[in-house]
Structure formats: structure tokens, C-alpha cells
């Protein structure tokens, strides 16, 4: 079993930045995927950005460039730097696993979930 635990949300203005983490623990596989998605009240799970075994990194549209993923293997976490961070983008942020290597984007590919932080951007 992976167990994976978020961290670093919370509430903030437009144009504000804010870092999250996920921290990893239990099996660990030599080749994988981790992903960051998001998920507003009443919307769909989306994908927000992904990066693997090799720190290769993989963006959906809507971040690219305001965000910016990165793994710290030493330490088993992932981070999320979010900059410039707009209403839109309030959700609840998860991090996840998954033993696909082709920086899969829908979440029925991923393995593993945490449990969610929540970020609340203001106008």
C-alpha cells in the first residue's frame, strides 16, 4: 500500500502564491507517476500536472506556466508551486500515484490518493 498525505492549503487573495506538498510512505515502485489534480464543488476531478520517476513533467493548459511541479526524492514528497493563483483556481487539491508511465491525465489511472487539501483563492 502507498499512503499519501497533502499539506499547505489554505486561504488566499488573486495573485497570491502558495506551495503544496504530498508526502509519500509504504511501497514504492521504480517506475510511476505522480499527479496533482483538483476538484471544485459541483465539477469534475481535473488534472492538473504530473511528473515521474525521472522528474520528466507533464502540464494541463490551464497551469502551464502559473504552475510548477517537483519531486524532492529524498524526502518522498511531491510540491505544487502554485503563482499567480486566481478564483478559479479554488478546489481541493489531491496528489496521487499511478504505476502508468505515460503521464496518464484521467483519474481511473491513478492507484493511489490522498485525502485532499483545500484552496481557497479571493478576488
Known amino acids: 500500500q502507498v499512503q499519501l498525505v497533502e499539506s499547505g492549503g489554505g486561504f488566499l487573495q488573486a495573485g497570491d502564491s502558495l506551495r503544496l506538498s504530498c508526502a509519500a510512505s509504504g511501497r514504492t515502485f521504480s517506475r510511476y507517476t505522480m499527479g496533482w489534480f483538483r476538484q471544485a464543488p459541483g465539477k469534475e476531478r481535473e488534472f492538473v500536472a504530473s511528473i515521474n520517476w525521472s522528474s520528466d513533467t507533464y502540464y494541463a493548459d490551464s497551469t502551464q506556466g502559473r504552475f510548477t511541479i517537483s519531486r524532492d526524492s529524498a524526502k518522498n514528497t511531491m510540491y505544487l508551486q502554485m503563482n499567480s493563483l486566481k478564483p478559479e483556481d479554488t478546489a481541493n487539491y489531491y496528489c496521487?500515484?499511478?504505476?502508468?508511465?505515460?503521464?496518464?491525465?484521467?483519474?481511473?489511472?491513478?492507484?493511489?490518493w490522498g485525502q485532499g487539501t483545500q484552496v481557497t483563492v479571493s478576488a
Open positions: 496521487a500515484l499511478s504505476i502508468q508511465t505515460n503521464f496518464p491525465v484521467r483519474p481511473w489511472a491513478y492507484n493511489y
